[in-house]
């Protein structure tokens, strides 16, 4: 086996070209780079779609099989996915409500599918100036961004955080990442084989879960202790929460309806998450 490590193997986008032009057999993906290859999935990080662990724990267990089935139209096997965390806004000015956004430039991390679409919708509604970068390159152009969005482990890893005080206390959506093999790649592992290839694979993820979360809470401990030196956390309005909820809902939800996604799936998922907060299903 060969293992590329960082960004050897190029970007997201990059990667999962690979894959799919049987390059590469397989690979640990963000949203990001599943968007090229099962598109659907990208649909449990749409903005204020899942808005806390439980839902997030709740809805894995329902979508898990139905993934693998949508997987397979794609030529994919997926194996189900791994938090990343929360994703939040950070800025180097205060964002107090949805209008402070006007004239800022926001990252937008570039080829991400989602993550364009948010940008333009911002843009069009906020007059944000989106500024597309591939991740790597972003730290070296901090100067000239004002927000970013990104799970706080990121932020601190990647060296960020030192550019941004303001936190929005209020998470953006929810990340996620998954391994995925090809089809074409996975016949070709023994069946006898096969098998426990998926066993070591499901408890990596839930492995990976499990550290990613408690690596988030100590993160917060690290910004919570930052606050004493400047970094401060930011509330929204429930007014204000609602109106951008409102507005992602029209313009993000609906618009990539058949697009990124199918409908029958969108008003399935919903009707689920309904359901687990009316506490008609748990």
């Not at 890893?157 to 959506?173: A, E, N, Q, V």
Request: glycine content about 6%.
């Amino acid at each position: 086996m060969e293992w590329y490590f960082s960004s050897i193997a190029g970007d997201e986008p990059e990667i999962a070209k690979k894959i799919k032009e049987g390059n590469l057999d397989c690979a640990w993906l963000t949203g990001n780079g599943l968007s090229y290859i099962i598109p659907p999935v990208r649909i449990l990080e749409l903005p204020f779609f899942l808005k806390n662990i439980k839902e997030v724990d709740f809805i894995r267990k329902k979508v898990e099989k139905l993934f693998q089935i949508l997987a397979s139209d794609y030529g994919m096997k997926f194996f189900g996915f791994s938090d990343i965390g929360f994703v939040y806004i950070f800025s180097k000015e205060p964002v107090r409500g949805l209008s402070d956004l006007r004239g800022k430039v926001m990252w937008v991390w570039d080829g991400d599918y989602l993550g364009e679409f948010i940008g333009k919708v911002v843009q069009e509604e906020f007059q944000v100036k989106p500024f597309r970068l591939p991740i790597q390159n972003v730290k070296a152009n901090l100067d000239h961004i004002h927000v970013v969005w990104e799970t706080p482990y990121v932020l601190i890893m990647l060296g960020w955080d030192t550019s941004f005080r303001y936190i929005l206390s209020h998470p953006l959506k929810f990340s996620f990442a998954a391994p995925v093999v090809s089809q074409k790649s996975f016949s070709k592992i023994p069946t006898n084989y096969q098998k426990i290839f998926e066993d070591v694979l499901r408890k990596y993820i839930d492995v990976l879960t499990d550290i990613n979360r408690e690596s988030e809470v100590k993160i917060f401990e690290i910004i919570l202790f930052y606050r004493k030196m400047g970094i401060k956390m930011i509330d929204f309005t429930p007014t204000e929460v609602k109106e951008a909820e409102n507005i992602f809902r029209e313009k993000v939800w609906v618009a990539l309806k058949d697009k990124v996604y199918p409908s029958w799936l969108l008003a399935e998922l919903l009707t689920m998450i309904h359901m687990f907060r009316t506490g008609e299903v748990r």
